[in-house]
Every structure is written in C-alpha cells, then in structure tokens.
C-alpha cells in the first residue's frame, strides 16, 4: 500500500502518447533511471522480443432509466451478459430497464434489458431483448478514478479524444470484449512500435485483473477467469529472442499461465504476488498501479517488495503520473 497525491492522477494522456515519463529500474543494480517512453529503443536489441495484448475495448457502460448504469463484463450467451451495475437495489432480479441510445447514435431505438439473476459475489445476469450495436448504446468504460478526477479538477466527465485515446494503437476489432484498456500499451505509436521486434497475444481484460485484494491472506483472494489467445508462431519466437518483455501485467499474465506457449484459446485466474519467480517474463513494461490491486503485487512479485515500494516513493517525489492515463516503468 501507498499514500498517493489526487494531482497525481492522470485525466489525460500525454500528448504525443509516446511523450510520457518512462522510469527504468534496473533490478540486478538497484539503480532507478528517469527516462522518456520513446528512449525505449536504447533499451532493447533485435533479439529481444516485445509480446503485446492486442485486445480491444468494448463500449461497455450503458445507461438505464435515466440514474442507473450497467457495467458488461461477459457476454456469456447470445444477448445475455454478466454484469456489474448501480444503484444495486434498482437491480434485482425480475426487473425490467430500458436503455436509450446515445446521442450520436439518436437514430436507434431503445432496448429493453431483463435482470435475470443476482450472484454472490455481487454481479448480475442480464438478458437483453433485441440485437444491439453496443456502439450505438454504450460508453467507453473509462476508469471511475478518471472520472472522479475529472470532476473534482471541473474537467468533462467524457472527452470526444476518449474514444481513440483509451485504446491502443494497434487494438485488433477481432478481439474487441475488454471492459479496461491494457494500458502499458497505451504508450506506442506505429511507429515507435515498428522499432521493436514483437508479436502479439490477447487476453480479454474483465473483472479479474482490477478487482482490488480485501483479505490480509493473498492466497485467499479468488481471480474471476479472464481468456486468452495465443497465436501460432509466438513459441517460437520466443524461443529465438533473448529476452521475452511483457508489454504490461496482462501480457505478463497469459506468459506466466502458459508459459510454453501452445497455441490456441485458453483461460486463466492466476494471480501474481510475492515471492513468486517468473517463468516466461524477463523484463516488464507497465504503469503505476493503483494500491492493493493485483497488477501492484504482481509488480512486486517481479521486481522484489522493497525496490517496488522504493520506485513507488521515488515516482511520488518526482511527480510522476498514476494510473491508465499515466507514465510507464520499464522493469529490467
């Protein structure tokens, strides 16, 4: 855990993405650099290989009668969802919530939403009645820390950039389903990335990976299931590079599930903390993490508990940007 400063909580990228601050921690030496994210290349050689999630956000959030919003997680059958949603007691089961379309998409009727089943953990089972587009009913789920941010500095809750800028540049439609953005990968243009040598892989980012640790024993905390693709070639190309980074936790994630790499679909509920070694992953690329969340320990597991506490207090000091829209650490 950690005391973070609101002002350090970024609403906004930076502009070019690839202008962020990039810390470098060399974990053999102890040794923290202050960088810039396109001095990545500096870092790495041909033989090095850059495994990327190229999953793709889907515009998840959608607004109901007015105060109530549904968060989609899973659509676990044809138009019937797993979800999250608020006010809960508007949510039992039996109910019947209409949603209308955004404004952009005005032309679209609305749509009924049946509320099927509560679980215990908290989530609910939707069916909705017709066929949608979700583009022309949902938002981008932006982070609710964005959100309050934004609020309390008087800025808007959504900006028109959002759409593009909550994505990664190389965001495949073939995988869209993430309700969060691997954000790591935020950082690249096409360009910076045609400097590397890498292949992709995708897990589709749900619950899992951002609900926050609530119980003092770690090995009591339950992951949900996330899924993930593998592609043919990428053992290989593993196999003939140097060093395998993972391109943020959830890349990180599917190399420490499979660490051989077989192609083909998988899932996985892992969950990373100290003092678990790593397999498959030599270096990582992340941000910086919210406290008691997974992706921190997961942070700590590879990078030691005392040099990650010690990034952390030095990113602090150094003003450094928190969170999906922030600055990236390259863990070497």
């Known amino acids: 855990m950690y005391s973070l400063p609101p002002a350090l909580i970024a609403t906004q990228p930076a502009a070019p993405r690839d202008h962020c601050r990039l810390m470098v921690v060399h974990r053999a030496a102890g040794r923290i650099e202050h960088r810039r994210f396109d001095d990545l290349p500096e870092y790495f050689t041909p033989r090095d290989l850059l495994v990327l999630n190229d999953t793709k956000v889907i515009p998840a959030r959608l607004r109901a009668d007015g105060d109530l919003e549904i968060l989609l997680l899973e659509e ?7 979800c999250l949603g608020k006010p809960g007691k508007k ?7 209409t949603v209308t379309p955004r404004a952009a998409s005005a032309g679209a009727p609305p749509v009924k939403i049946e509320v099927l089943r509560s ?11 017709d066929n949608i587009q979700l583009a022309d009913y949902g938002e981008l789920p932006l982070p609710p820390y964005i959100q309050k941010q934004r609020q309390a500095r008087h800025e808007a809750l959504y900006l028109p950039q959002d759409a593009e800028q909550y994505q990664t540049t190389y965001a495949d439609g073939d995988h869209a389903g993430s309700v969060a953005a691997p954000t790591a990968g935020l950082h690249f243009t096409p360009a910076l990335l045609q400097k590397f040598n890498h ?8 619950l899992g990976t951002f609900r926050p640790v609530k119980v003092s024993d770690l090995a009591r905390h339950t992951m949900h299931t996330e899924h993930f693709f593998i592609p043919a070639g990428l053992r290989e190309a593993a196999a003939d590079s140097a060093r395998v980074v993972a391109v943020g936790t959830t890349a990180a994630r599917v190399l420490e599930s499979a660490p051989s790499l077989p192609a083909g679909a998988g899932a996985t509920d892992i969950f990373i903390y100290p003092p678990r070694r790593f397999r498959r992953t030599d270096a990582l690329l992340t941000n910086f993490h919210l406290p008691g969340s997974t992706l921190l320990m997961l942070v700590a597991a590879f990078m ?9 207090r030095e990113a602090i000091a150094s003003g450094y940007r928190f969170f999906s829209y922030g600055d990236a650490m390259l863990i070497l």
């Open 76 to 82: 676990t059958s044809p138009r019937h969802w797993l």
């Open 91 to 97: 949510l039992r089961p039996g109910a019947t919530l």
């Open 119 to 129: 679980l215990p953990s908290g989530e609910r089972v939707i069916r909705i009645f």
């Open 199 to 206: 292949r992709f892989l995708t897990l589709t980012v749900g």
């Open 304 to 312: 030691g508990l005392e040099l990650q506490r010690r990034a952390y």
